[in-house]
């Protein structure tokens, strides 16, 4: 099956800095998303991206879709110690059955 | 009220044992999805559904069979349960070509 790889897997990083993770693929994506998943609970849907060289914002949130479509990244500005947490990037090659997901990067944000 | 509600939170059981997980929602999807999810792993499709009528298997079927007894509802069992189907597990929602809405989770351990 389709690959993602997430990088990195996991950042200490102090409250007030900026954040940045990414994921690349081995094959194209039409849709990119990136989900942030509390302790307890499930994935969220934080941003969709559905067009090559799209960059979307929400609220701290930045997430662009790469031009080549096989990545795309996710930054976060000004973490707050609600950020942590675990982030996950999923591309989207058919219907949404064929979302393939990343394996997550875990944001811990020291005070 | 969530809006995608799974049952149990958490549970533990032996080897052998027949175990179903519930998934019920309140958003009128016609799309439902069960997906496993392991430390270091992204998430995996089991199974999904896009209507009453509608059953297909995703990456890792084996060992699980559904049920879709209404639009709401979409359970998910493990026959004969065994140790490497602990794991958390996810029912989620969607609209046609759009991103899924996650539940909270059943943490399924077996001994």
């Known amino acids: 099956g389709q690959q993602l790889n997430q990088s990195p897997q996991s950042m200490f990083i102090q409250e007030g800095e900026d954040v940045s993770m990414n994921c690349t693929s081995s094959s194209i994506f039409n849709t990119w998303l990136w989900y942030k998943q509390d302790p307890g609970e499930g994935p969220v849907l934080l941003i969709a991206l559905y067009k090559a060289g799209e960059l979307t914002s929400n609220g701290r949130l930045t997430a662009q879709f790469g031009i080549t479509r096989k990545d795309s990244f996710l930054n976060i500005s000004a973490s707050i110690p609600s950020d942590v947490g675990i982030y996950f990037c999923a591309g989207r090659s058919g219907g949404y059955q064929k979302v393939t997901f990343g394996t997550g990067t875990k944001l811990q944000v020291i005070p | ?111």
């Open chain 2, 1 to 111: 009220d969530a809006d995608v509600t799974q049952t149990p939170r958490n549970r533990i059981t032996k080897t052998g044992k027949r175990i179903m997980l519930e998934c019920s929602q309140t958003k009128g999807h016609d799309r439902m999805y069960w997906y496993r999810q392991d430390p270091g792993l992204g998430l995996r499709l089991i199974y999904y559904s896009f209507d009453v009528k509608d059953i297909n298997k995703g990456e890792i079927s084996d060992g699980y069979s559904v049920s879709r007894q209404a639009q709401a509802k979409f359970s998910l069992s493990l026959e004969s349960a065994i140790p490497n189907q602990t794991a958390l597990y996810f029912c989620a929602t969607s609209e046609p070509n759009q991103p899924q809405h996650f539940g909270d989770g059943t943490r399924l351990s077996i001994l």
